[in-house]
């Protein structure tokens, strides 16, 4: 389990001079764009950066002649380019590449896809993920794609990472935080939510159903490096809606828990 000394993003601190301000509100404006707004105009890339409209404005048509976005005149959008950073982490990062085997071998096992996933903010990112073998493909709302980020709040594999956090940075993760209801079964209320962040961390697991996604239910387990820290997440997700708590545990949580072992001393 991490300590308190670790901080929720990883950021590094640095000194005033050293803070790019142009970098960061060009970053802000990438960030504006998820699957809610795939194209957006100045106004809507300002309101959602938080910058000036004239500001979004620039950093749009910046960012459109370097390649990373398209346009129309009007509306931007992402352009392939933006898929090297990605392609970057994900060829050079140690974490997807140590786990694939893992998640390949799940998948050929059970016939069911099985990802790993890491926390990043109020939101968790799939970085390693397998097919499905043997078994319909379903489409999911929110996706299983490499890179998807789902909310961390309504999944199992946010759970388990959180549960992973020390207390204080949980406290801060939880403060003030709004919990948007996805579905009629998605927890809402922080109190709630902060009992079932306890539980995984007390069971070392934890079954999420239909909370992002009606019909979905996942199994994840904390992935914890050779000192203890929790690192990534693994989980199982099954689509249908007819898979029981009790089921899932007794036939995917000893495979979860065993790959978690085998996988610890590559983390």
């Not at 073998?133 to 489409?139: D, E, N, W």
């Not at 020390?166 to 801060?172: D, P, T, V």
């Not at 961390?201 to 239910?217: I, M, N, Y």
Request: glycine share 8%; aromatic share 6%.
């Amino acid at each position: 389990m991490r300590d308190d000394r670790a901080t929720l993003s990883a950021k590094m601190t640095i000194a005033k001079p050293d803070f790019i301000e142009g970098i960061a509100k060009g970053m802000a404006v990438l960030e504006s764009f998820d699957t809610e707004r795939q194209r957006l105009n100045a106004t809507l890339a300002a309101e959602r950066a938080g910058l000036t409209r004239a500001a979004a404005r620039r950093h749009l048509l910046t960012l459109a002649h370097l390649g990373y976005l398209e346009t129309d005149g009007s509306y931007f959008w992402m352009a392939p380019k933006v898929l090297r950073f990605s392609g970057s982490y994900l060829a050079s990062s140690r974490l997807p590449r140590a786990l694939q085997p893992t998640l390949n071998r799940l998948a050929a096992q059970t016939q069911e896809s099985f990802s790993a996933v890491v926390l990043d903010g109020e939101e968790v990112v799939i970085v390693a993920r397998s097919g499905s073998y043997g078994a319909p493909t379903r489409v999911l709302a929110y996706g299983l794609h490499l890179g998807a980020r789902l909310p961390a709040h309504a999944t199992s594999t946010g759970r388990v990472l959180l549960a992973g956090l020390g207390s204080a940075e949980l406290s801060q993760w939880l403060k003030g935080r709004t919990l948007p209801r996805l579905t009629p079964h998605t927890i809402t209320k922080t109190s709630e939510l902060r009992q079932r962040i306890a539980q995984a961390r007390k069971d070392d697991f934890c079954f999420a159903s239909e909370e992002h996604e009606l019909g979905v239910q996942a199994l994840a387990v904390p992935l914890r490096d050779m000192q203890g820290h929790t690192v990534a997440a693994l989980n199982v997700v099954l689509s249908g809606g007819h898979h029981t708590e009790e089921g899932l545990r007794r036939d995917m949580l000893p495979l979860l828990f065993e790959a978690a072992r085998e996988a610890r001393a590559l983390l």
